[in-house]
Every structure is written in structure tokens, then in C-alpha cells.
């Protein structure tokens, strides 16, 4: 019996999935085969600090996110998460390098039932997550393109979006619900104040871009950076969060830090493997070679300690992943 098949005769009553385009589509895919599952939405963060470990047992999925040793199917494409075996104490582990997790849910169902729906919509899944969209693209106005923009901004209407693309309901469709259709105004309306903040608090430091974005309560892609900094860097250091922040805190998140290669430019990868510096402090952090990100720590004399992180740590982590990237 193959990897596949084991997967489809599990009994999977949650699914945890990552709140972005990716995974709301990841699990939109398993919902039409697992119709009952709860889908619950989580953070790379929120499983590697066991905030979420009392939920999660065979019965459960974990999509687009790192592998947990109680659950009963993992599936992801994060190259930090990349595992061994495929099968670990009973959990099955769909582990493949495609663009975007979504892809492999995609694979793993188009064989068992209709997903011809999706197929447009895939190609920018993939495009989007797995970093080969141009720039042209980017500036476009492609349905997903947007549906990606509105997801996460809430988690009502990022529900609402995943049952509409589980139940089949096409793309331009969802975007003309009443609901998402005032947040896509909204979003499109704060789209000019994003591309203004990031080209205030934008500086470029050896052909990497650095956005500081903290405290400010905005957070930003690789895409939007990039596209701002143009060809003057090989890449981009987003900084977000909220100092002093926890995962337990309703409307704050801690203060973290994104790297993303600029894809427009680099079209077929980047110069620079940019989990070196995800891991270089958080041994917690990874992700892409060209997508990524970890916690801010605390350090001294470039060693973690054990307080609560402050903006001296900021600096002191930039200041050593800049090291790190013009060993380059």
C-alpha cells in the first residue's frame, strides 16, 4: 500500500492548518474528502512552543506547517521540515519539495474525486507560494492574487473562504460575498498606506532589503517588498511583531523576523540559502531556502538568553544575519 492510500484511509477529525493562501486551500482540498474534520488555524510558532500540543493526536492533520510527533498526517513542502522516513510512530509524513502544500493535497485527491475546480486556481498557488510569479503578475489583478490578500485578515472570513472553496464555489465568486467583498475594499484601500510604511521604514544594506515593521500592527510579504526595493537587492529581512508579545496574546504576535529572496529578479532561486539565517538564533525557525523566517531572541555577546526580547535585540539579530549574509 502506498503513501497516498495510507494517508486517504485515515480518520482525520481535526486539520491544523497555516491561516495564508496556501493552507486555507490545503485543507479546503481535504475537506471534501474528510467533510466532518474541524479545521483549526495555526503558526509554525504556535506548534514549535507547544501552545497547541493538548489538541493534536492521530486523528488529526497538520498542513503547511511543521510536523508534530502526536498527529496522524502531516503534509508539507518547507524545506526545513523535510523529514527522514515517511512514517514516524504511525504518522504518515506526505513530505514532497512541489511549490506549495496545496499541491500535494492536490495530487493526492485528483485520482479519488472531481477537483477540476481548482485547477486555474492551483497555478497560483503554486506561482504565489512557490515564489515564480513576475512582477507584471504581481501588479495584476488575477482573482487569487487578491483572495490571497484578504485571507488571514480575519479568521471569520478566512473560514468563510475555506467552506466556499471546499463547497466548490468559484474564486470570483467568493470575492463577491458581502463579507469578503468589504474586506477586499478595505485591503485594497490600505494597500497604498502599506506601500508607503514600507518605503519609509525601507533601508538597504548590502543588496538586502530590511523593512522594520514592529509594533506598528501591519505585516508585509516578500512580494510587496521586493517589488518597492526593485533590483538594488537580492533580497529582503521583513521585521514584525510586537515586542514583549506572546502566542497566547489575542491581538499581538512576537516580534519576528521574514526573509524572502527577490523572485523577480532571481527567478530560478536565489544566491544565498536564507534558512542560515532563520536558524542562525532560533533553532525553531526555517522554512524555504528562499521563504523563511524565526522569533527575534534575546541575546548577549551573540549568545540567546533566557529574558524577554527588547529593540536593543532587534538591532543585535540584524546585525548579526547582515554578517552572516556578506559571508554570502
Known amino acids: 500500500m502506498d503513501m497516498y492510500t495510507k494517508a486517504l484511509n485515515l480518520d482525520i477529525e481535526k486539520i491544523i492548518t497555516d491561516s495564508d493562501l496556501d493552507g486555507v486551500v490545503t485543507a479546503a482540498i481535504l475537506k471534501r474528502w474528510w467533510p466532518d474534520a474541524e479545521v483549526i488555524f495555526g503558526h509554525p510558532g504556535n506548534l514549535r512552543a507547544g501552545t497547541m500540543d493538548e489538541i493534536i493526536d492521530r486523528k488529526t492533520a497538520i498542513c503547511d506547517l511543521p510536523r508534530h510527533p502526536n498527529c496522524g498526517l502531516s503534509i508539507d513542502h518547507h524545506k526545513s521540515n523535510e523529514p527522514h522516513e515517511n512514517t514516524i510512530e504511525n504518522s504518515i509524513i506526505l513530505w514532497e519539495p512541489t511549490p506549495s502544500a496545496a499541491r500535494i ?4 485527491l485528483k485520482n479519488k474525486i472531481d477537483l477540476s475546480d481548482l485547477s486555474e486556481t492551483m497555478i497560483w498557488v503554486d506561482k504565489l507560494d512557490g515564489g515564480s510569479i513576475s512582477i507584471d503578475e504581481f501588479k495584476g489583478n488575477n482573482p487569487v492574487l487578491w483572495l490571497g490578500r484578504v485571507i488571514g485578515e480575519s479568521e471569520e472570513n478566512t473560514t468563510t473562504i475555506l467552506e466556499n472553496i471546499q463547497n466548490r464555489v468559484s474564486i470570483e465568486e467568493i470575492l463577491e460575498l458581502p463579507d469578503i467583498k468589504l474586506e477586499l475594499r478595505e485591503r485594497m484601500a490600505k494597500q497604498e498606506y502599506l506601500n508607503r510604511t514600507i518605503r519609509e521604514n525601507l533601508s538597504i544594506v548590502d543588496r538586502l532589503a530590511i523593512v522594520r515593521l514592529e509594533n506598528l500592527k501591519i505585516r508585509s510579504n516578500g512580494y510587496l517588498v521586493t517589488a518597492i526595493a526593485g533590483e538594488e537587492c537580492d533580497a529582503c529581512m521583513v521585521i514584525h511583531g510586537d515586542t514583549g508579545a506572546n502566542f ?17 529578479i532571481h527567478k530560478t532561486g536565489g544566491i544565498f540559502d536564507l534558512t542560515k539565517l532563520a536558524t ?49
Open 248 to 264: 497566547d496574546d489575542d491581538d499581538n504576535y512576537p516580534v519576528s523576523a521574514s526573509f524572502y529572496t527577490n523572485s523577480f
Open 105 to 108: 493535497a492536490y495530487n493526492l
Open 280 to 328: 542562525n538564533f532560533d533553532k525553531n525557525g526555517g522554512g524555504h531556502a528562499n521563504a523563511c523566517g524565526c522569533r527575534i531572541k534575546p541575546i548577549d555577546e551573540k549568545i540567546v538568553t533566557d529574558r524577554e526580547v527588547t529593540n536593543g535585540d532587534i538591532d543585535s539579530n540584524i546585525n548579526e544575519w547582515l554578517d552572516i549574509w556578506s559571508q554570502r
